[in-house]
């Protein structure tokens, strides 16, 4: 009796230890989509000069596989780049709708834009990271159709995101990018978490409790993941395929990232192995680290605009026009 009271106690403290992440992390998330310090640098008159917009296209049977597409005025080129940014909102939360601003702006741009919603976690969806990142692989060819249909023809595309959509960017980038029916050219994103280390994740305390560890990451990855596998290859295996870092080789797309030095939501300590895999594979990549700021990247303003500016360079560079 007394083992089992210790098991559920244990299986109590796991459910907390979940529920505080994705409280703090949808928290903080809605805090970085409503907090927009470069609101003016990407807003865009709207109009049927600039581009139309679709909403609500079907990609799978679940109520949230829908997104958005915004395609440019000037519908005379024979190709066109997709750019694809995915939402925030701490895999709890968040809706396409709330990225408008930059999907017109990146259509005024004279790119096909897609802002794509995936299943989220909640208390009827047992969502994982995984099965978001597989949602997304799962839209790609829908929009490529649909767009071909509207008579913009798809035949490049950069992936982008923001906290939680910054880390299936990431995964899409990087693991997905070889049977993506568009070549992807290059991923920019903030503030995803790039890795799943208890040692590094020190603001939610799973440093100091394998058990919740194993519980939270159980709940991201969709696999089973007990105390004693932390710190082993099986472990390894288990995060993987909701590891960004993990899938970099030399083979990877070019890459701007940006993280707060005192985030505490996307641990700053995860992002290492992120910048690590990079450079030890020569991926071209710019990073930008925002001395001063935390998830929200609210203390760096100039920065922001230099990360904006930088954008600018990776589409011309990467994504180019015809």
Wanted: proline share 5%; net charge negative; aromatic share 12%.
């Amino acid at each position: 009796m007394k083992n089992e009271g210790k098991g559920r106690k244990k299986l109590l403290w796991g459910f907390i230890y979940v529920g505080v992440f994705i409280v703090t992390f949808a928290a903080s998330a809605i805090f970085k989509m409503t907090y927009d310090p470069l609101a003016g640098e990407m807003q865009v008159d709207w109009n049927d000069s600039v581009g139309r917009v679709y909403t609500d296209i079907a990609y799978d049977e679940e109520e949230q596989n829908k997104f958005d597409l915004y395609v440019p005025a000037d519908n005379t080129k024979k190709t066109y780049g997709l750019v694809v940014y995915l939402h925030a909102g701490g895999f709890a939360g968040g809706d396409k709708s709330d990225d408008a601003t930059m999907l017109k702006w990146l259509t005024s741009k004279g790119y096909v834009a897609a802002g794509i919603n995936y299943t989220l976690r909640d208390e009827i969806n047992e969502a994982s990271v995984y099965t978001m990142s597989q949602d997304i692989k799962k839209s790609i060819p829908i929009v490529k159709a649909e767009a071909e249909k509207l008579g913009y023809n798809l035949d490049r595309m950069a992936i982008s995101g923001g906290s939680a959509g910054g880390t299936l960017a990431l995964l899409y980038a990087y693991r997905d990018a070889a049977t993506s029916p568009i070549p992807v050219k290059m991923v920019f994103e903030l503030v995803g978490p790039p890795s799943f280390y208890p040692e590094d994740w020190t603001p939610y305390g799973l440093d100091k409790s394998p058990q919740a560890a194993a519980d939270l990451f159980s709940v991201m990855s969709g696999n089973t993941i007990t105390p004693d596998m932390i710190g082993t290859p099986k472990y390894e295996e288990a995060v993987k395929d909701i590891s960004p870092y993990m899938w970099i080789d030399e083979n990877s797309v070019p890459s701007l990232v940006g993280y707060g030095k005192y985030d505490k939501v996307a641990p700053f300590k995860s992002v290492k192995h992120l910048i690590n895999a990079l450079e030890e594979n020569n991926v071209s990549h710019d990073y930008f680290e925002f001395p001063h700021s935390g998830h929200g990247l609210q203390n760096d303003t100039k920065l922001y605009v230099e990360y904006i500016e930088k954008i600018n360079e990776y589409l011309e560079r990467y994504m180019g026009s015809e």
